[in-house]
């Protein structure tokens, strides 16, 4: 069946960001790296009405703004537990802190924590502080769709078990190479996840970061059913596939 959003309505900020506006009329973030982000368009940089913000992991490219927003938003902040009791150190007030594998429910989603492979060092002042290891999330909303955030992450073949298990509607995957997995793994990726509906996402922001979309389409052509959705900074994406202009 095609991939349908229904009111969920889902914005690119640029990197790893996403924001999402619930079926439930919630705003979520997933890793706000907004105002120091290049790709980040100026009216995102500054969000209001905030409800929850999602961390996968703590290197700055993620954990951009969020002590700000979580304070100007009083929103709980949702990380794995080292991270999150780094974060209430720093002043958050709602850090929820869980881990891989379980699942909790923030600003009406459920939220299941998965597996990357990734580091996760928190760069503190001179000092890299233990952070826990680097996550994913899969999100499910009020309306049954969910969404998989793959975090910073090499392709695993454990994907193929978010795949059976959480039957992902869409996955956010990066694709940028250098700091995580390129184009080629992330083909890989797809197959073992069986997700139909693919965004890809931390390319371009920086030069290193190479992969891109196009190649990507090309090493998934024989993939039945499969649409990758190539989003642009800015830009909404909700129901069946359709991209709103920037809202
Ligand atoms: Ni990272
Ligand atoms: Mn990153």
Not at 227 to 241: F, R, S, Y
Request: hydrophobic content about 40%; overall charge negative; glycine content about 12%.
């Amino acid at each position: 069946m095609a991939t349908d959003l229904g009111n969920l309505e889902l914005t690119f900020c640029g990197h790893a960001a996403f924001s999402i506006k619930t079926p439930g009329g919630k705003r979520v973030l997933i890793d706000p790296f907004l105002s120091r982000n290049p790709a980040c368009p100026e009216h995102l940089k500054d969000p209001k009405g905030v409800d929850a913000i999602f961390i996968t992991h703590a290197h700055g490219d993620h954990l951009g703004d969020v002590i700000r927003i979580a304070a100007e938003n009083d929103a709980p902040c949702v990380a794995i537990v080292e991270t999150a009791d780094w974060l209430e150190k720093k002043g958050v007030k709602n850090a929820v802190g869980f881990n891989k594998g379980g699942s909790t429910n923030v600003a009406g989603v459920k939220a299941t924590m998965t597996h990357a492979v990734h580091s996760n060092g928190i760069s503190d002042g001179d000092r890299i502080i233990y952070g826990g290891e680097a996550a994913g999330y899969v999100l499910q909303f009020e309306n049954g769709v969910k969404i998989y955030h793959a975090g910073d992450t090499a392709v695993f073949s454990d994907m193929k078990i978010i795949g059976d298990l959480y039957e992902p509607d869409v996955a956010l995957l990066p694709i940028g190479d250098y700091y995580t997995m390129g184009p080629h793994e992330g083909a890989n990726a797809i197959r073992l996840l069986g997700v139909k509906t693919v965004v890809p996402m931390h390319y371009g922001t920086f030069p290193v970061l190479t992969g891109t979309p196009a190649r990507l389409r090309e090493l998934t052509k024989d993939v039945e059913g499969l649409q990758i959705v190539d989003m642009k900074p800015g830009e909404v994406l909700t129901g069946a596939l359709r991209k709103l202009a920037a809202v």
